[in-house]
């Protein structure tokens, strides 16, 4: 006799969030390939692309919106709003996930915003950075001004603001709740286990990013490492060795 049962589908939908920053377009075909392999995987329900148009300065409360690839209306927005708006969803937010692919590089990770931003859809459902660079060269981004942390999750599908997060040094029992993101590579030892962590295999634990609550903290943590300020400092160091040198040919001048 035939034994019936219901249908086998996919549990989850995911939606890739692809920065549009400068430094990003030279990473815009690896996006578009990494969402037709998940399409052709058939792990998902659905896979959808949605665009970031960051801030044109970060000065300015400036243009900033998100909008789907294949759409030609841009939703524009302010990055005030953005931080209010809910978290681009492919289906329903409890069968959804965000994966953010991006270099973390352009000014709207610099200020604060996109962290500021992903801090908060994490309260919604699972959030992921999938960067696009090596992690010795993702290191030197706007990720080296934030604190390490690892988590641990045993609750399925939870998101992301619901993991258990510690220090580096030891467990202890005072474990946190939220304020870390998971930072992805493109590449099976990074996938593998943050999707084993998404569906609460408490036995692992990935290494991610704190992010503080505050955002004055949180301006205060990446400011030192800016560009620019990195650029003023180099200025002054060799602003600072041209006058030794000088003074040194002087003394043995005379």
């Known amino acids: 006799m035939p034994v019936y049962g219901g249908r086998v589908e996919p549990r989850f939908s995911v939606t ?12 815009q075909p690896l996006a578009g390939e990494f969402r037709d392999l998940l399409v052709r995987s058939g792990a998902f329900r659905e896979v959808s692309m949605v665009e970031l148009i960051p801030p044109q300065s970060r000065v300015a409360d400036g243009a900033v919106g998100l909008r789907p690839v294949e759409a030609r209306q841009v939703v524009w927005k302010s990055p005030s709003m953005l931080r209010q708006s809910p978290p681009p969803l492919a289906a329903e937010a409890q069968r959804s996930l965000l994966l953010v692919i991006s270099d973390t590089a352009g000014p709207h990770w610099w200020d604060g915003l996109m962290f500021d931003v992903l801090a908060a859809w994490s309260h919604q459902l699972p959030v992921a950075i999938l960067h696009t660079l090596p992690r010795w060269m993702a290191e030197r981004t706007a990720l080296r001004a934030l604190a390490q942390a690892e988590i641990r999750n045993n609750q399925p599908i939870a998101c992301t ?3 258990l997060v510690r220090d580096p040094d030891g467990w202890d029992d005072t474990l946190m709740r939220g304020g870390a993101l998971p930072v992805l590579m493109l590449e099976p030892g990074s996938l ?3 999707a084993a962590l998404v569906m609460g295999d408490g036995r692992l634990s990935l290494g991610w990013v704190r992010i503080p609550t505050n955002r004055e903290v949180l301006q205060q943590q990446l400011e030192p490492f800016r560009p620019e300020a990195l650029d003023r400092k180099s200025t002054r160091l060799n602003s600072s060795h041209t006058v030794i040198s000088y003074a040194v040919f002087c003394l043995k001048k005379k």
Do not use: K
């Open 16 to 27: 890739l969030l692809v920065d549009r920053g400068l430094s990003m377009e030279v990473w």
């Open 192 to 194: 593998a286990p943050w």
């Open 161 to 163: 603001s619901h993991y």
